[in-house]
């Protein structure tokens, strides 16, 4: 009966993929969009570059523990509002500059929500109900973020309980380790909430580290998303660099602290040095990753196998420290990030 | 003999005893003080509880190291088993969760806290990262353990001191024991009993029969004058307040040997780094 159910695909075709401008490109102005990946896990980074590149405006996110990629969009004056229930840096870097600066100077609405509630508002879309209910948020302001909730009396019992509205997100973006040409994709390690996006998105779009036969893919375990739910999947190594996509690749914290003190700098700092060189003009992947540091970063950040010793260098601050050298190099202020 | 632990070490350990055996215990991210007081209580004296690791969602995991971000595969090393994100908060709402750990830019006397915002929602002064699942966690969940690394609120050059314990939070993002407007959780309607613990860089609180803050525990090296003048509300204060309890030698060395890279230590404020007690020498913990 709901607008939001109604809508809900069978994807069929047989071969569904495409590149990655492709990709983006069925992301649309004024999207509600559900990110995959979880804070500096997995986070679908080259499809949200190429959102930028695409000039995609006015999105409003939704997701629950995120950080660079909504922080990306929003430096990039991509996103309206923004349901995400934490974005930011965590211990390593902090608050997330660009965020932070568009939600206080009102060009992003703050329509933050919770882990749970998000939750139930995508299974409400997946079971075809209008709404769920909780237990929980009533006595805190969070439901002064989000006046579409309402309370009910229990017919049952007589408590009161708050209701939540089902989220059909319009796209939802992950990047997993596998997929297959059909659109099977199978994520390793933590999913964080990307089944619930996937069975909850009107457009789910994938890109994966490697397409490979399906057969394979069952080798490997299965599917964890099965391919009706995908309506396009692009083979995009690297594609959630500098966040983690094990066993590839570890988080490239290196990378990360060039980007915060770029974004830290400022609106126009964050464009000279960070959107501008690993954005706007590295469309070509060989071209990202040259700048990204080449080879030597592709070895460094897959280096976590070695020994637990080779994993624990990842997270030092020397690797801060020598880009650090570099970019003060250029011109950056010594210190800045501190 | 006599050995040291920090004062990082010393909260940890304060944290860790807020657990108790056997339960459920679930942290969040960035919050790597909790982290390691997980692993010190299922290491020392709770070795029941069920530790559900930050945002990888393992179930008892052996990490190989702390590392500065929460979603991470050195995190969930070992795990015997994995939930998924629904489970994980269906766990508190239907009462399985024990024990939750949250934390707050403004943390108030009935241990309501504040991570989503400074000034109001029409006016964002500041906008803080948010508060993951910790709203939904803290109405459903059977305890909560608060903590903050920012109780001390030096006074600026114009004499104004930005407290973290305050008299009213900007925005409350996770239930305390009373709603600001006095309402228990029970009239609100929850059935988790919140806070029952704040552990922070000046003292332990523990919580009176009327859900308020009460200060029970002092660090080696804080008073009781320390805390009363870095809370802008002017705390309850238990009849017998005594020195915290430190942690043994072995405990302090399982620590570093978790955190080799010092990563918890991103969270403490410059002045606390430098802080350290001297604890005696006992047999092995357990």
């Keep these: 009966m709901t607008k939001a159910n109604a809508m809900l695909p069978v994807e069929t075709r047989a071969d569904k993929r495409v590149d990655l401008t492709t990709l983006a490109s069925m992301v649309k102005d004024g999207d509600t969009l559900a990110l995959g990946g979880g804070l500096t896990c997995r986070l679908p980074m080259a499809a949200v570059r190429a959102l930028v590149r695409a000039g995609v405006r006015n999105l409003r996110v939704v997701g629950s523990a995120h950080g660079l990629d909504v922080d990306l ?28 600066r568009a939600c206080e100077d009102g060009s992003v609405a703050v329509e933050d929500s919770c882990c749970y509630t998000m939750v139930q508002q995508l299974r409400a879309t997946t079971m075809g109900l209008p709404f769920m209910p909780v237990r929980s948020i009533r006595g805190t302001d969070i439901g002064r973020l989000n006046p579409s909730y309402k309370t009910m009396t229990c017919p049952f019992t007589g408590e009161e309980l708050t209701l939540v509205p089902a ?57 964890n998303v099965p391919y009706f739910y995908v309506t396009a999947i692009a083979e995009v190594p690297l594609g959630a660099h500098p966040t983690a996509c094990y066993p590839d690749y570890a988080y490239d914290r290196a990378h990360i602290a060039r980007y915060y003190d770029a974004a830290k700098a400022g609106p126009e700092a964050f464009h000279e040095r960070y959107l501008a060189p690993f954005v706007f003009h590295a469309a070509d992947p060989q071209t990202y990753l040259e700048r990204a540091g080449g080879d030597a970063t592709l070895a460094r950040i897959a280096s976590w196998s070695e020994s637990p010793e080779a994993w624990q260098r990842l997270y030092q601050d020397q690797d801060h420290g020598a880009l650090e050298v570099t970019a003060t190099a250029a011109g950056e202020p010594a210190g800045a990030r501190a | 003999m006599t050995a040291e632990c920090t004062m990082g070490e010393a909260m940890i350990y304060a944290l860790a005893r807020t657990i108790e055996d056997g339960a459920l215990v679930f942290h969040g991210y960035g919050s790597p003080l909790v982290q390691i007081a997980m692993h010190v209580a299922k290491r020392s004296h709770a070795p029941n509880m069920v530790l559900v690791e930050g945002a990888t969602y393992g179930v008892n995991p052996t990490p190989l190291f702390i590392t500065p971000v929460t979603n991470d595969r050195a995190l969930d090393r070992g795990a015997e088993a994995t939930l998924e994100i629904g489970e994980l908060f269906d766990l508190a709402a239907n009462g399985r969760m024990g024990r939750m750990f949250l934390s707050g830019i403004q943390i108030d006397r009935y241990g309501n806290a504040n991570v989503t915002l400074l000034g109001d929602e029409s006016k964002v002064g500041v906008k803080l990262p948010g508060g993951g699942g910790g709203c939904n966690l803290s109405c459903d969940v059977r305890n909560v353990t608060l903590w903050t690394t920012g109780h001390r609120a030096p006074p600026d050059a114009k004499g104004r001191r930005r407290y973290r314990l305050v008299n009213r939070c900007d925005f409350v993002t996770s239930l305390g024991n009373r709603a600001p407007d006095g309402r228990t959780r029970a009239a609100i309607g ?38 009363m003048e870095n809370t802008e509300f002017a705390p309850h204060v238990a009849a017998d307040v005594r020195t915290m309890p430190l942690p043994c030698p072995e405990i302090v060395a399982f620590i570093r040997a978790l955190d080799p890279l010092g990563i918890h230590r991103k969270e403490l404020r410059e002045p606390d780094l430098t802080r350290s007690y001297a604890v005696p020498e006992t047999a092995a913990a357990r």
Excluded: W
């Excluded at chain 1, 009107?202 to 057969?215: C, F, M, P, S, W």
């Excluded at chain 2, 609180?205 to 804080?222: A, H, I, K, S």
């Design chain 1, 73 to 100: 969009l929003c430096g990039a004056g991509a996103v309206r509002a923004s349901a995400e229930s934490y974005v930011g840096f965590e211990v390593d870097f902090g608050m997330a500059p660009n965020y932070r």
């Design chain 1, 167 to 223: 989220l059909a997100p319009d796209v939802a973006i992950l990047h997993a380790q596998y997929g297959d040409r059909h659109g099977n994709v199978r994520i390793e390690g933590p999913p964080v909430a990307d089944l619930l996006f996937a069975r909850a998105s009107r457009t789910v779009l994938v890109t994966v580290e490697r397409i490979v036969e399906n057969d394979e893919l069952m080798a490997k375990g299965g599917p």
């Design chain 2, 190 to 227: 929850h059935r988790g009993g919140g806070p029952d613990r704040l552990v922070t860089d000046l003292c332990v609180f523990d919580v009176d029969e009327n859900g308020e803050l009460r200060v029970r525990e002092l660090y080696p090296d804080t008073t009781l004058d320390d805390v």
